[in-house]
């Protein structure tokens, strides 16, 4: 099938794709998205997304990608709103928290070993992981700049864990959204 980058007759189809899977997204896991279901909530023929899409795991990469992008400028975001490092650090956790509450189905494909392969990520996706891994070790750098490399990187680790453990504990519905600011102020 041909994959032409050229736009569909109502805009870019591969836009119109996106959009389509990702307002279904909200609703719906991606376990539960087809491209024939995309395609429908497109307004296109179930035959569209074959010309941008070689498969359904094309466009959860694509999804992953984009969430991903999402993800990482809620947190910079976030950071540059912020003054002192450690009001930066809490805005940045709570940033993240609340992007996978408010988006729980793309925050989820975003990690799925099936979709972002630990290890070997797409190059998109290497680019993305590497900027959040950069602003957190900015963050980190800036509220123990006496820690040595392997501190920092164990910081890290035990931060993103945090906030992981918390977006995914609101997220199934085991911690209330109010938990999150007094669970990361302490």
Do not use: K
């Not at 498969?55 to 992008?69: G, K, N, Q, V």
């Amino acid at each position: 099938m041909s994959r032409s980058a050229a736009p569909y007759h109502h805009g870019n189809l591969a836009e119109a794709l996106e959009a389509a899977a990702r307002e279904l997204l909200e609703t719906h896991s991606a376990a539960e998205l087809s491209l024939r279901e995309v395609a429908r909530q497109a307004g296109v023929s179930h035959n569209a997304p074959y010309h941008h899409y070689g498969d359904r795991a094309s466009l959860l990469a694509s999804l992953a990608a984009r969430a991903m992008a999402e993800l990482v400028e809620a947190q910079q975001q976030a950071a540059d709103a912020s003054g002192d490092a450690r009001g930066r650090l809490l805005a940045v956790g709570r940033a993240y928290v609340e992007y996978a509450v408010e988006h729980s189905h793309a925050f989820a494909l975003i990690y799925d070993p099936e979709v972002c392969v630990p290890g070997d990520p797409s190059s998109t996706m290497a680019d993305l992981i590497h900027a959040n891994h950069a602003l957190l070790a900015e963050l980190v750098a800036e509220l123990w700049p006496q820690a040595d490399e392997q501190g920092r990187a164990a910081h890290a680790a035990a931060l993103w864990s945090t906030v992981h453990g918390l977006a995914q504990l609101v997220t199934a519905g085991h911690l209330p959204r109010e938990a999150v600011a007094p669970a990361l102020a302490t």
